[in-house]
């Protein structure tokens, strides 16, 4: 079992920066891909990020990228989402997951374990 929980969401003005993290705890986080996904009220769950096991490789949605890194510390068992240029349409709840595939990163199926959420809601 992998444990995730999000922190850092809340409240930012349009063009403003938020910082989120995701701290796991249970089995070697180093094992796993981890990922960011979001999902806004009345709307499907969609992707964010993904960066591998070890950091080397990261997939970004078109919609952030260019605003939106993923980062991660296995020393640590963190990973982070750091969010700049927030637009209204990135107000979402945001969920990190362990698992996934850098071969599909939209496969949400592959992901095994996922956080409760962090609320990201941005005023224009």
């Known amino acids: 079992q992998v444990q995730l929980v999000e922190s850092g969401g809340g409240l930012a003005q349009a063009g403003g920066s938020l910082r989120l993290s995701c701290a796991a705890s249970?089995?070697?986080?180093?094992?796993?891909?981890m990922g960011w996904f979001r999902q806004a009220s009345g709307k499907e769950r969609e992707f964010v990020a993904l960066?591998?096991?070890?950091?080397?490789?990261?997939y970004g949605a078109d919609s952030v990228k260019g605003r939106f890194t993923i980062s991660r510390d296995n020393a640590k068992n963190t990973i982070d989402l750091q969010m700049n240029s927030l637009k209204s349409e990135d107000t979402a709840v945001y969920y990190c997951?362990?698992?996934?595939?850098?071969?599909?990163?939209?496969?949400?199926?592959?992901?095994?374990?996922w956080g409760q959420g962090t609320q990201v809601t941005v005023s224009s």
């Open positions: 249970g089995r070697t986080f180093s094992n796993y891909n």
């Open positions: 960066i591998s096991r070890n950091g080397g490789t990261v």
């Open positions: 997951a362990a698992g996934g595939t850098i071969y599909n990163v939209l496969d949400q199926k592959a992901y095994d374990y």
